[in-house]
């Protein structure tokens, strides 16, 4: 994403907005088209709203992972705004399944006691989403 915004950002300084009073036409993904689809389409490569775009692609509230690191004897709370079924799936990290949750629950509350120490990536995928969270159990 943030070689994207330096691209955009060269872009901008090589290739003014306006080039003898004509409007450049730059090409652009479709779910930025999703996303900005209400302004012009100089201002869908603006610098501010390219920034904008990171900041709404940081702040993915569907899934919470508490606490993060967790000890091996504490358990690890989940929750997730999505309803439906839902499969977690945890990597070492060289790859490995290490473990596997499926559940309906919107929170719920694990052991991570049968984990080994070390840094673990946790997947998870349902209907609507999916999407990783590092996981570290000490």
Known sequence: MRITLI???VIQLVFPATVNSEKMIVPHTKSFAQIQSNTSDIDKWSLESMLSLYAKAQDDDS??????PVNKKD???I???DKGKKVLSFYDITGKMVKVVETERQTFAFSVADMGVGVY???VKSANFQTTKKVIVK
């Open 7 to 9: 691209l955009c950002f």
């Open 63 to 68: 899934l919470k992972v508490y606490p993060n």
């Open 75 to 77: 358990m690890l709370n």
């Open 79 to 81: 929750s997730m705004g």
């Open 121 to 123: 990536i946790l997947n």
